[in-house]
């Protein structure tokens, strides 16, 4: 037995609160030692006045390149567990595993109560169970100042004509607030209904990283009466409306960095930031920072996040924005960067004033630290997203494609990673239609892969209409509103695409995963009591025959029944 491989631990992912009462448990063995894992559980001052232990034979779940993870929901009718796991291996042995580790598979042992785990007392608010309303949710992402021009006059002085290339770092276009809200049918049209803003306060860049004012609109977007029209005509339309906050730095034009520049240590906004020289600035010798920045950007500056002062009034922006605009959500740039206590007092701040917030984390990579435990509902979930764009590229295998897309799908606890934010390209990436270079069909089957997944998938304004674009800053292309200059029927597939998926957003949300490999066909089950849908993946260079239910999605499907290259089938039984 390879008890190496075997791991649970306790008050973690691996006990993930589902509701008052209900917990789903996990535990990870090596990939293909264990044949059975049983879970031996009960409320342990019951048991101790003899009352039986309950034992029920675990789920064989999800397999990573390495581990195979074994689950199942239980009921405690009081809230309170000991629990420990009998695991059997292939030559038929059996070991117990609990608190004290590893034990004999004897009676007496089974006995100890110091043997078991303890689930002291199931709280469901240290549960902090996300938003229900996000499981139902399909966002589109907007980077305002490429969307539309719906008002020319609030243009910068250098504006470039709308869609002309290449684009500049330092390019205006003039989108703003009102080409959003003149635009709103549109997005409703596609049926998402999630809207995720990038940053849309005072700032001198066309991207708003770089804030000056958190409380004000910038004057090139339009003005607060403007925001408040687009919020209120997007839950018209039954969507939900997110905002992005820059809190692991600020703008070096805003008035807090420009009183530290000219009062020096005597500036009240001294320690607002990570200081370690004065005066601040560029060492004359070296040319070094003598400060703390977002990467190497002289222009933003660290804020000092652990000051109650900076604390307060971040509080204060997240919420202002909540209180007086309504809005729905929250999306925090670079959160890795910023310390955990400084999110856990503003996520609570904000779950006191709206219990149903949406909060969201920006993170490259697994996060676990960041998710639940007071802070976000969930991060960007690129380790989960970006494998799919390497098994279209055929940059990797399908074993090692499943491989890691199950072991990011392991990293959070189910309730949370029912709300991962899922995206195949945003404003910080290349394009979708780009990194597969143009070809549409994979295109598709990749996003179609992405709505089958577990999370809130979001689309990039634009990928919908085939709208290519390379690394930052070519990815911030113009929308194109022409319909000439438009992939209408790659529209129509996104439009079909969102409204299959939003009609089955109860079901993905719930169903069991597992996968199939057959040569170069990947094929993803999804499985409920009720239904079955399977999505089969052509990744080979031959067609392949697939066997079909009913026909939800389909694309490179013959007559024949036959899946050719870059084709899929959606199939419902």
């Known amino acids: 037995m390879q008890l190496a491989g075997i791991l649970h631990r306790p008050e973690s992912e691996d ?95 089974w006995t100890v109560a110091g043997r078991y785990f303890h689930l002291p007392y199931l709280h469901v608010s240290d549960a902090e169970l996300p938003p229900t309303w996000v499981k139902h949710t399909v966002w589109y992402q907007i980077f305002p100042e490429r969307f539309a021009n719906g008002d ?36 409703a049209d596609l049926g998402v209904n999630g809207l995720y803003l990038c940053p849309i306060f005072t700032s001198p860049s066309n991207h708003k990283y770089d804030t000056i004012d958190h409380f004000e609109i910038d004057p090139h977007f339009g003005t607060k009466q403007d925001f408040q029209e687009l919020v209120d005509q997007a839950h018209a339309r039954g969507m939900k409306v997110m905002l992005d906050a820059v809190f692991n730095h600020f703008g070096d034009q805003s008035p807090q960095w420009q009183d530290v520049v000219k009062n020096g240590q005597q500036s009240r906004f001294a320690d607002w930031f990570h200081i370690h020289g004065w005066p601040v600035g560029r060492d004359p010798q070296t040319g070094a920072l003598n400060y703390e920045t977002f990467a190497t950007g002289a222009a933003m500056p660290k804020v000092n996040t652990q000051n109650p002062a900076v604390q307060q009034y971040l509080i204060d922006v997240t919420k202002y924005w909540i209180e007086q605009y309504n809005i729905d959500a929250w999306r925090f740039d670079v959160a890795d960067e910023v310390d955990h206590g400084f999110w856990r007092k503003l996520c609570g701040a904000l779950r006191q004033v709206k219990p149903d917030v949406y909060l969201l984390g920006e993170a490259w990579h697994s996060s676990q630290a960041l998710v639940a435990n007071g802070q976000f509902d969930a991060v960007m979930n690129y380790p989960l997203t970006q494998p799919i764009l390497a098994l279209f590229n055929h940059g990797l295998s399908l074993a090692d494609y499943v491989g890691k897309t199950n072991l990011q799908l392991m990293q959070y606890r189910q309730p949370n990673q029912q709300v991962m934010f899922n995206a195949l390209d945003t404003h910080d990436t290349a394009r979708l239609l780009t990194v597969l270079n143009g070809n549409v069909a994979q295109a598709k089957a990749a996003l179609t892969l992405l709505m089958l997944l577990p999370g809130t998938p979001c689309l990039y304004y634009g990928t919908e209409v085939g709208l290519a674009g390379g690394p930052d800053p070519d990815n911030r292309r113009c929308m194109p509103w022409q319909p000439e200059n438009q992939d209408l029927t790659m529209r129509d597939f996104v439009k079909k695409l969102v409204t299959w998926r939003q009609s089955q957003a109860d079901f993905l949300a719930e169903s069991q995963l597992s996968w199939q490999i057959d040569g170069d066909v990947l094929r993803l089950t999804r499985q409920s009591a009720q239904q079955t849908v399977t999505a089969t993946f052509n990744l080979g260079r031959q067609a392949t025959a697939v066997t079909t239910n009913k026909i939800v999605l389909a694309t490179g499907l013959t007559a024949e029944n036959d899946l050719t290259l870059n084709g899929f089938v959606v199939s419902v039984k």
């Not at 029920?56 to 405690?76: D, E, F, S």
């Not at 038929?92 to 590893?102: N, P």
């Open 15 to 109: 006990t993930a609160i589902l509701a008052d009462h209900q917990v789903l448990m996990r535990i990870r063995t090596a990939l293909t030692d264990i044949v059975q894992v049983e879970l031996a559980y009960a409320d342990m001052y019951l048991w101790q006045e003899g009352a039986p232990m309950q034992h029920v034979a675990m789920q064989k779940g999800l397999a990573t390149q390495a581990n195979q993870y074994w689950t199942i929901p239980i009921n405690l009718p009081t809230n309170r567990a000991i629990y420990a796991f009998k695991l059997t291996d292939r030559d038929g042995q059996t070991i117990g595993y609990g608190d004290e580790g590893f034990f004999t598979d004897t009676a007496a042992n």
């Open 152 to 187: 020319p006059t609030n243009d910068p002085k250098k504006c470039a004509a709308w869609g002309q290339l290449p684009v500049k770092r330092d390019s205006f276009y003039g989108g703003d607030l009102r080409g959003i809200i003149d635009h709103l049918d549109d997005i």
